[in-house]
């Protein structure tokens, strides 16, 4: 697709220039950057405060490249960006690769671009760069599916081809919804002086003028809402409840934001409860109708694998990218995955496998093909907590229990009970409660729709045949590669049971559900489930997830200062990280990592059982 033309990088698919290779970035930069008079504005935040671009068309990202620059020159330290822009026709990682080796300037923030490009996913991209300073949301979407599902920018970099080329980015319609997606006093700039696209402006409620252009352009548009420009309080205390993936996923966000956390476990550990499997596996269950669930798990899946490139590097302890195939074995799993495979994704998220193929990748024979996810693997879920606890603006306290929550002046109350009953308080502006299914000890939540689902899994000694296994298989149950001479099979479901002693039912279930995926795996099945004492000396764990209606966790506000990473059920380690970057989001009152209508579609307060109203004096 992309393609070099006298000097100008080009798409044959519009017909037009990304930028020129002479001066491409000088013209980002003076069209976009001193259009929007950033170089002032982000100069004058706050420590604290946040600063949104929104862009439509992301191209090589050299507009986001130069934002960043720019920003880490002249930006407090404390400040931080949001760049939000939209590609429906992403480049492959060759051609961002050849198009930003144009630019040995910006080399170091390219680098962490191009780290990060390998793991994007259609739909919802958000990555955090710099330590969580500079974080890019990216929508692999069409413009006009993406903008009406953000809201809060304070400068536009309108860069969708020119209007004659590419009519679609330059709509009155999509104008309204850039209005609408503004804060007041928002500003734009665009290389295009179009009588149409001014109307368009115009007509929005934008105040527009044209200024000279770059280089050869004789003029450009630049221009603002009116309204003054609002300063976002962010709050710097926060009290996070719950020490396993999500509660310390959320107090990492937070002090990635500045935010002094004080994390709350009431176990003498972390990762206590369905946190602490030795060994837990990204399994993204998708569908092709990408409804709010499916696109929160897609965009979570994308930005677990980023977090984790950033906080559990591979090895062979804490984790492993070996990959997971997601097996063909019913007729139901068959049609779904024929949908999936239809998309046509690029094949670094997903690709279609026969059962040939999905044996040559697994190591053993496989009874069935189906779908393959290179960048999936297993983690030690413990290890990640401790992992996302490195930041300085962390305290860990264990063994405290709390008791009660109570609203205050200007924050919440949280009453704790440690190990020998000893009752203290601690305050802080804002709470965020992950407890899992635990939350229902809590007074102020116990109306949450939570459900607890005890899941038992299994821990196999390898057979010399077994141990060829390479990639995580998956049927109705799913077996790991070996590690440490087991395997970890998993995991059953039991609604409303809270109980965590290990029984032989659940080992022997775990191990029937391997029979359908291989011939190997079913001896390995066979001869363990035959042998009654072995079958009665497996090891495994059992752990209580808690579960939401619809898969669909509790996350986001649920009262003024009071949010909840909750019901994340059997996909904690996937959609832990961005709900953690979604409520510190909120709670920061920076731009989403994900659309609105899935933000709300995730929402504890819209969702509460209303038989009881919630109260929040504990
Ligand atoms: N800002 C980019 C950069 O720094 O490299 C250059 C953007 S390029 C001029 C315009 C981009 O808009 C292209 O990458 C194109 O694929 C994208 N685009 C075109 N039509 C679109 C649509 N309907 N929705 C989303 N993106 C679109």
């Not at 630019?103 to 739909?123: D, S």
């Not at 590690?483 to 409303?496: D, I, L, P, Q």
Request: glycine share 10%; aromatic share 8%.
């Amino acid at each position: 697709m992309l393609d070099w033309q006298n000097g100008h990088l080009y798409s044959a698919r519009f017909g037009d220039v990304y930028f020129s290779r002479d001066s491409g970035l000088e013209e980002k930069r003076y069209v976009f950057l001193r259009g929007n008079r950033l170089a002032d504005r982000f100069g004058s935040l706050q420590p604290g405060t946040a600063f949104s671009i929104g862009e439509t068309g992301f191209g090589t990202g050299l507009s986001f490249l130069c934002a960043w620059q720019l920003f880490d020159a002249v930006a407090s330290p404390g400040a931080s960006l949001d760049f939000f822009s939209i590609e429906k026709y992403p480049l492959d990682e060759e051609e961002l690769s050849a198009a930003l080796a144009l630019w040995p300037q910006l080399r170091p923030y390219t680098a962490g671009l191009m780290l990060r490009w390998r793991r994007r996913v259609p739909g919802w991209n958000r990555w955090s760069f710099a330590g969580g300073r500079v974080r890019l949301t990216l929508a692999i979407e069409d413009v006009a599916e993406a903008l009406p599902e953000t809201h809060g920018i304070d400068a536009w970099f309108l860069d969708g081809f020119s209007p004659a080329r590419n009519p679609e980015m330059w709509t009155q319609q999509i104008f309204h919804c850039i209005a609408r997606a503004s804060r007041a006093g928002a500003s734009f700039a665009t290389y295009t002086c179009a009588g149409v696209v001014r109307r368009a402006l115009e007509q929005a409620g934008f105040q527009v003028r044209k200024i000279s252009g770059f280089g050869r352009k004789r003029e450009m548009l630049q221009g603002e809402l009116p309204g003054p420009f609002p300063v976002r309080p962010a709050p710097s205390t926060a009290i996070v409840i719950g020490g396993g993936v999500a509660g310390c996923a959320a107090a990492s966000a937070l002090a990635d934001r500045g935010l002094v956390v004080e994390l709350l476990e009431s176990e003498p550990f972390l990762a206590a409860g369905a946190s602490g499997n030795p060994i837990g596996i990204l399994h993204a269950r998708l569908s092709a109708g990408m409804n709010a669930l499916h696109r929160f798990v897609l965009a979570s899946y994308g930005h677990a694998l980023t977090l984790l490139d950033e906080k559990l590097p591979v090895d062979d302890v804490m984790r492993s990218e070996c990959g997971e195939l997601q097996l063909s074995f019913s007729a139901e799993e068959a049609r779904r995955i024929e949908k999936l495979a239809a998309l046509n994704w690029p094949s670094h998220v997903f690709r279609s496998v026969d059962a040939a193929e999905a044996s040559a990748l697994a190591g053993i024979e496989l009874a069935y093909g189906g779908l393959w996810f290179p960048g999936s693997g297993w983690l030690a879920p413990p290890q990640l907590c401790a992992a996302l606890l490195g930041s300085p603006l962390i305290t860990l306290y264990t063994g405290r229990t709390v008791k009660s929550l109570i609203r205050t002046g200007h924050g919440w109350c949280v009453q704790t009970e440690d190990q020998r009953e000893q009752v203290s308080s601690l305050e802080a502006e804002i709470v965020v409660v992950c407890t899992g299914y635990q939350v229902k000890s809590l007074p102020a939540l116990a109306n949450l729709p939570l459900t607890p689902v005890r899941g038992q899994l299994t821990l196999i000694p390898a057979t010399p045949a077994s141990r060829n296994l390479r990639t995580i298989v998956c049927g109705s149950g799913y077996l790991a590669p070996v590690v440490a001479g087991r395997h970890v099979a998993g995991a059953t479901h039991r609604f409303n049971d809270t109980s965590i002693n290990l029984n032989v039912p659940e080992h022997a279930e775990n191990l029937s559900r391997l029979r359908e995926i291989s011939p190997v795996l079913q001896r390995l099945s066979d001869d363990v489930i035959q042998d009654a004492r072995q079958l009665e000396q497996l090891e495994g764990r059992a752990s209580i997830r808690g579960s939401a209606p619809g898969a669909m966790p509790l996350v986001g506000k649920l009262l003024p200062g009071l949010y909840t990473s909750l019901g994340h059920g059997t996909r904690g380690l996937i959609t832990a990280g961005l709900s953690a970057e979604s409520v510190a989001a909120t709670a920061c009152a920076q731009l989403l990592p994900l659309p609105l209508s899935v933000v709300n579609a995730l929402s504890p307060a819209r969702r509460i059982s209303t038989a009881a109203p919630v109260s929040d004096k504990g």
